[in-house]
C-alpha cells in the first residue's frame, strides 16, 4: 500500500495561478461597463480602474508563480507557432 505521492505547492504558487487565471476575466467586464446607468465621467473611472487591477493581479501572480511557469505559457501561446507544421518522425520501414 505503498503509494507515491505528488509533492504538494506551496500556497503561494497556488494563490499566483489563481491570479492568473482571475485576470483575463477582468478584462471582460470592460465590455459591460458601457451598458451601465452612469454618467460617462463614472464609466471611465471605472473602465480604468478595472483595467488598472486585472494587470495588477496578472503581474502579481506572474511574480508569485516564477519566471519558469511563465517561459513555458509564454512558449504554449506564442502565435507565431500556432500555424507551423509539427515535425513527424519517420516511422521505421517493415521489411518482410
Known amino acids: 500500500m505503498d503509494k507515491t505521492k505528488k ?3 506551496p500556497l ?3 494563490i499566483g495561478v489563481a491570479f492568473l487565471i482571475i485576470s483575463p476575466f477582468r ?3 470592460l465590455l459591460g ?3 451601465l446607468p452612469y454618467s460617462r465621467t463614472v464609466k471611465v473611472g471605472l473602465g480604468s480602474a478595472v483595467f488598472i487591477v486585472a494587470e ?6 506572474a511574480f508569485l508563480v516564477g519566471e519558469e ?3 513555458k505559457y509564454k512558449e504554449y501561446l506564442d502565435p507565431r507557432k500556432y500555424f507551423k507544421k509539427k ?3 519517420p ?3 517493415k521489411k518482410t
Request: charged share 25%; proline share 11%.
Open 7 to 9: 509533492p504538494k505547492l
Open 12 to 14: 503561494i504558487f497556488k
Open 27 to 29: 478584462y471582460l467586464l
Open 33 to 35: 461597463i458601457p451598458l
Open 56 to 61: 495588477i493581479l496578472f503581474w502579481i501572480g
Open 69 to 71: 511557469v511563465i517561459r
Open 87 to 89: 515535425e513527424k518522425k
Open 91 to 93: 516511422h521505421p520501414e
